[in-house]
Each structure stands twice: as structure tokens, then as C-alpha cells.
């Protein structure tokens, strides 16, 4: 395509100058459309000597939830280099790898992190530039856009949250960023007149992604720079139309509303539920909680992108289902000789989409990999590591990830089957299940859960479970805690509770 999403939004400055578009929330600014302009050009001229490294010209973006986070993708775009997030959560070993694999030669940062980003600087021999030292002088003449024709050339690296292993930079197109904000507000409905709350980190790929395609259509983006639910009810309640909420952040703003006597949240018109799966239960709490609300279930990964999508109806829910295929993308479930499964067969998933990753910086067997199988139907297709299960109405049901069933005795289990059940308990707020090794069963299904009641046993779970599972498929071991291990993301990280209850 001519245009980089940058120019696209670039555009969009030029013809609304003083429309608001980025307001940061608990003491942050608030910018117009003009001032966005200003701001990238500025961004961009700061980064655009950045030498380039092994994989092309590259800038690690370490900077707080805030408008320049946005802006500085936009920046990378505009000033024809790669923009590397760097998860500010990390660890210094992790910071250092993502920096390094990448081979950033500058880093863009600001305080809190300033000090993290010169550690970097000084292991890694990339250049830092404290963002809050860059002026932004007025640039409201003439631009030209359009011209470049660099819709090929890569504009984000996302590192993959590296579960087990290194983690894996995959790798965006501008034409991706293009093609994906068009198609997302088109699927979901968002307009020039929604104000759109980004509740979490600007480092993770979609909310930095939903925040593009607000300011590509011209629309408001209210940031909060740490997630408190108070404050979230409160926006949804009276200005924010428009979010994305992880299944962990709902839960606490469900929490807050108990606690606040359930009292009208009436602005909230859009909410995308993402990132990992949630049960029947929360569902119809955010039913009750945003009457006003279309609640939609969006399901993804990494590699694919949103690739299904479901505006939720209570006469129809079900539980894991994640909806129809997008526009765009051709999804199917596979069995493990690599054919196509036939509905009410559990496969995992893959989707061949107009856009999607471009593969693995500097890992081309990773990239193939990520496309062909061995064999059968499934060569072409970006594979998930996701069990799904097509329902006769056309939804696809995520019934688990592939690595996370659990055999025992020979019978394999679902753990979402049974984290469903666990999460029906009246006084269980959230519960992972995993299998841990078992010289007699093979693996043993064990739970944690976080419980509203302190008093509550683990053999009154296990008799809750036993009544609505079948018997092999009930926690033998049930263990009480006051949170789950979660990326930053939310998603529950299963890894480090076998690492905990194993010692490994």
C-alpha cells in the first residue's frame, strides 16, 4: 500500500487540528490532533539517526503508558525504522535479550525508567534518548504523504512472552497495522465518535493496536497510566464508550461495582473481552454491569492476529466459544495428521488471513515452522497451539491450549472444562488448572484458586467439582492462594505454577 498507518493518521491530524485526540488519565496531559502531529514529527526526527543493526534500523521503545508510548510506534513509521516495545515489566536479563536479539541501536525512554534504559544502554552498546528531553516545535506546514510506498518494509517487533524458551521477535508490516485497524473498525463499529479507554500496558500489541485505530478514524483515547478499577468503572460510567478488557481486569471492576452497591454504568457502548478465556459467569456479569454495552468475545494469538469474533446474546452463550471468522481470515481445526476436523471434533486451530505476522526476526526455521506441517491440509496456515471445536452454528469453541491437556489414566481433560466448573463456585474468583506429574495416573489434576472466603477447604471444591464433572476429570489436589501468576497481559501463566507445586 502508499500509505503507512503513520500517514494515515498524520492525515487525519492535518484535517482535524483541533479535535482532542489523547487524553492521559491520573495527571497526564491532553493533546489535540495538531499537537499528535507535532509530536510524532518530533519523535521522528529524534530517532532518525539510529544506525542500523543486523535486522535493519531499530529503536527500543521503553517508555511509560502515556500519549508519546503511541505516538513513538507512529514516530518509528514515519522516520522509516522498526519499533521494538520492550515489556517494562521484564526483568534487566529479559530487557537486555529483547534488545540484543533485536539489535537496537537506540533506545527511546523516559522516566520511571531511565536508569533501566541506560543498564541497557551500557550492556548492550545502544544509544538512549530521554523522550522528555525532545521538544516539539510547531510543524503545521505542508506534508507529503503518500509517496514512499513502504508498505512491505516491517514496522513493529513484538516479542512473544517467551513461556517456555527464548522469547521470539514476530514481526508487522505496515501494511499489517493498515489493513488490521480498517478491518477492526470495521468489525467492531468504532467511529470518529468514540472515546476509547486503553486500561492496559501500550507495550502489548493490542491495546497499542486499538489505540492506532482510534486516532486512524479520529476518534478519543483516554490512557490510564496504571490500571485501577475505581477510576476505570468511573470512565466507563460517564465518558469512555469503547474498551478492551482482559477477563482480570473485568473481574475487578465487577468487584468495585459490588462494592459501590451496583450503581449505572451508562456511557460504555463497545467492550472487547481478549486475551484469555473467560467463564459463562463473568460474561453474564458484564451483561448485568453494562446494560448499555455490546459485550464481544475476540479470539487471537500472537502470530494470527484476531482472527474470530462474537457480539455475545444471552439466549445463545456458550461456554468457550469465541465466535465466527473475521473478515479476512479462513480458519480451521486440524487433527494431528494435519486434516481438516469435522464439526464437534477437537483440533488445534489455524487461520490463513489477509494479514498477519511476517515471521521471526532472524529465525527463518521458526518462521517456517509457523506456516507448514509435514503434512496434510494445515501447510499454509498459522497454527495457534489452541484445541478448538467447531459448534453446527459455525462458532469455534477454544476448549484449551494444546500443550495444556492433562492425560490421566489415559483419559485426557480439558483443564478449561474444568476451570468452567471451578469458577461456577460461589466463593472462587479465579482458579487455574494444571496436570502435574504422577507415577500412577500419569499426570494429577490439580487446582489453584483464589477464594473470597478464607475458610474455604479443599475437599468442599472437590466435592463441588465431583457433582457436575466426571470423576477423573475432579482436582485431586486443590490449593488455596491469594493470586495467580499472570503476564502482564493477564493471561495466567500455567508454567510458573508447575514450576511452584514441583519445585522445578
Request: charged fraction near 20%; hydrophobic fraction near 45%.
Given at each position: 500500500?502508499?500509505?503507512?498507518l503513520a500517514?494515515?493518521?498524520?492525515?487525519?491530524?492535518?484535517?482535524?487540528?483541533?479535535?482532542?485526540?489523547?487524553?492521559?488519565?491520573?495527571?497526564?496531559?491532553?493533546?489535540?490532533?495538531?499537537?499528535?502531529?507535532d509530536?510524532?514529527?518530533?519523535?521522528?526526527?529524534a530517532?532518525?539517526?539510529?544506525?542500523?543493526?543486523?535486522?535493519?534500523?531499530?529503536?527500543?521503545?521503553l517508555?511509560?503508558?502515556?500519549a508519546?508510548?503511541?505516538?513513538?510506534y507512529?514516530?518509528?513509521?514515519?522516520?522509516?525504522?522498526g519499533?521494538?516495545?520492550?515489556?517494562?515489566?521484564?526483568?534487566?536479563?529479559e530487557?537486555?535479550f529483547?534488545i540484543?536479539?533485536?539489535?537496537?541501536?537506540?533506545?527511546?525512554?523516559?522516566e520511571?525508567?531511565?536508569?533501566?534504559?541506560?543498564?541497557?544502554?551500557?550492556?548492550?552498546?545502544?544509544?538512549?534518548?530521554?523522550a522528555?528531553s525532545?521538544?516539539?516545535?510547531?510543524?503545521?506546514?505542508?506534508?507529503?504523504?503518500?509517496?514512499?510506498?513502504?508498505?512491505?518494509?516491517?514496522?513493529?517487533?513484538?516479542?512473544?512472552?517467551?513461556?517456555?524458551?527464548?522469547p521470539?521477535?514476530a514481526?508487522?508490516?505496515?501494511?499489517?497495522?493498515?489493513?488490521?485497524?480498517m478491518?477492526?473498525?470495521?468489525?467492531?463499529?468504532?467511529?470518529?465518535?468514540?472515546?476509547?479507554?486503553?486500561?492496559?500496558?501500550?507495550?502489548h500489541?493490542?491495546y497499542?493496536?486499538?489505540?492506532?485505530?482510534?486516532?486512524?478514524?479520529?476518534?478519543?483515547?483516554?490512557?490510564?497510566?496504571?490500571?485501577?478499577?475505581?477510576?476505570?468503572?468511573?470512565?466507563?460510567?460517564e465518558?469512555?464508550?469503547?474498551?478492551?478488557?482482559v477477563?482480570?481486569?473485568?473481574?475487578?471492576?465487577?468487584?468495585?461495582?459490588?462494592?459501590?452497591?451496583?450503581?449505572?454504568i451508562?456511557?460504555?457502548?463497545?467492550?472487547?473481552?481478549?486475551?484469555?478465556?473467560?467463564?459463562?459467569?463473568?460474561?453474564k456479569?458484564?451483561?448485568e454491569?453494562?446494560p448499555?454495552?455490546?459485550?464481544?468475545?475476540?479470539?487471537?494469538?500472537?502470530?494470527?492476529?484476531?482472527?474470530?469474533?462474537?457480539?455475545?446474546?444471552?439466549?445463545?452463550?456458550?461456554?468457550?466459544?469465541?465466535?465466527?471468522?473475521?473478515?479476512?481470515?479462513?480458519?480451521?481445526?486440524?487433527?494431528e495428521?494435519?486434516?481438516p476436523?469435522?464439526?464437534g471434533?477437537?483440533?488445534?486451530?489455524?487461520?490463513?488471513?489477509?494479514?498477519?505476522?511476517?515471521?521471526?526476526?532472524?529465525?527463518s526455521?521458526?518462521?517456517?515452522?509457523?506456516w507448514?506441517?509435514p503434512?496434510?491440509?494445515?501447510?499454509?496456515?498459522?497454527?495457534?497451539?489452541?484445541?478448538g471445536?467447531?459448534?453446527?452454528?459455525?462458532?469455534?469453541?477454544?476448549?484449551?491450549?494444546?500443550?495444556?491437556?492433562?492425560?490421566?489414566g489415559?483419559?485426557?481433560?480439558?483443564?478449561?472444562?474444568?476451570?468452567?466448573?471451578?469458577?461456577?463456585?460461589?466463593d472462587?474468583?479465579?482458579?487455574a488448572?494444571?496436570?502435574?506429574?504422577?507415577?500412577?495416573?500419569?499426570e494429577?489434576?490439580?487446582?489453584?484458586?483464589?477464594?473470597?472466603?478464607p475458610?474455604?477447604?479443599?475437599?468442599?471444591?472437590e466435592k463441588?467439582?465431583?457433582?457436575?464433572?466426571?470423576?477423573?476429570k475432579?482436582?485431586?489436589?486443590?490449593?488455596?492462594?491469594?493470586?495467580?501468576?499472570?503476564?502482564?497481559?493477564?493471561?495466567?501463566q500455567?508454567?510458573?505454577?508447575?514450576?511452584e507445586?514441583t519445585?522445578?
Open positions: 500500500m502508499r500509505l503507512t500517514e494515515t493518521i498524520l492525515n487525519r491530524c492535518i484535517n482535524h487540528p483541533d479535535r482532542i485526540a489523547i487524553e492521559v488519565l491520573q495527571g497526564g496531559p491532553t493533546l489535540s490532533y495538531g499537537q499528535v502531529r509530536r510524532i514529527l518530533a519523535l521522528a526526527d530517532v532518525a539517526g539510529v544506525a542500523p543493526g543486523r535486522h535493519g534500523r531499530m529503536v527500543g521503545i517508555l511509560p503508558n502515556a508519546d508510548h503511541v505516538l513513538a507512529m514516530a518509528c513509521q514515519w522516520a522509516e525504522a519499533a521494538v516495545p520492550v515489556n517494562s515489566r521484564m526483568a534487566p536479563p530487557m537486555q529483547v540484543e536479539d533485536s539489535d537496537a541501536k537506540l533506545i527511546l525512554a523516559a520511571p525508567y531511565m536508569e533501566a534504559a541506560r543498564t541497557l544502554a551500557a550492556a548492550t552498546g545502544a544509544t538512549v534518548i530521554d522528555d525532545i521538544d516539539t516545535p510547531d510543524r503545521s506546514g505542508p506534508l507529503v504523504l503518500g509517496e514512499a510506498g513502504r508498505g512491505a518494509e516491517h514496522a513493529v517487533v513484538g516479542y512473544t512472552s517467551g513461556t517456555t524458551g527464548f521470539k521477535g514481526l508487522y508490516s505496515n501494511d499489517h497495522y493498515l489493513t488490521s485497524c478491518r477492526w473498525g470495521w468489525e467492531f463499529g468504532l467511529t470518529a465518535r468514540d472515546t476509547m479507554l486503553v486500561p492496559g500496558p501500550l507495550f500489541l493490542s497499542a493496536g486499538l489505540s492506532f485505530a482510534a486516532l486512524a478514524i479520529g476518534a478519543r483515547i483516554r490512557i490510564m497510566q496504571t490500571f485501577e478499577a475505581p477510576l476505570a468503572m468511573e470512565e466507563l460510567a465518558r469512555a464508550t469503547f474498551a478492551f478488557l477477563p482480570s481486569m473485568t473481574t475487578m471492576i465487577a468487584e468495585e461495582w459490588r462494592r459501590q452497591d451496583c450503581p449505572p451508562d456511557a460504555f457502548r463497545f467492550m472487547i473481552s481478549s486475551g484469555a478465556p473467560g467463564p459463562l459467569s463473568l460474561t456479569q458484564c451483561l454491569m453494562f448499555n454495552a455490546q459485550i464481544a468475545e475476540a479470539y487471537g494469538w500472537t502470530e494470527g492476529g484476531w482472527v474470530t469474533f462474537e457480539v455475545k446474546e444471552r439466549e445463545t452463550l456458550l461456554a468457550h466459544s469465541v465466535g465466527w471468522p473475521t473478515f479476512g481470515n479462513e480458519v480451521a481445526v486440524f487433527d495428521a494435519g486434516q476436523c469435522p464439526v471434533e477437537p483440533g488445534e486451530v489455524g487461520v490463513k488471513a489477509l494479514t498477519h505476522f511476517s515471521g521471526y526476526l532472524g529465525r526455521d521458526a518462521t517456517e515452522a509457523a507448514h506441517r503434512e496434510g491440509h494445515a501447510q499454509g496456515y498459522v497454527m495457534s497451539g489452541d484445541v471445536i467447531w459448534q453446527p452454528d459455525g462458532r469455534l469453541c477454544i476448549v484449551d491450549r494444546k500443550k495444556d491437556m492433562i492425560i490421566s489415559g483419559e485426557n481433560i480439558y483443564t478449561a472444562e474444568v476451570e468452567r466448573i471451578l469458577h461456577e463456585h460461589p472462587i474468583i479465579e482458579a488448572v494444571v496436570g502435574l506429574p504422577d507415577d500412577r495416573w500419569g494429577l489434576v490439580t487446582a489453584m484458586i483464589v477464594s473470597r472466603d475458610e474455604l477447604q479443599p475437599d468442599a471444591v463441588f467439582c465431583r457433582e457436575r464433572l466426571a470423576g477423573y475432579v482436582p485431586r489436589r486443590v490449593i488455596v492462594t491469594g493470586e495467580l501468576p499472570r503476564n502482564p497481559m493477564g493471561k495466567v500455567k508454567f510458573r505454577i508447575i514450576e507445586l519445585g522445578d
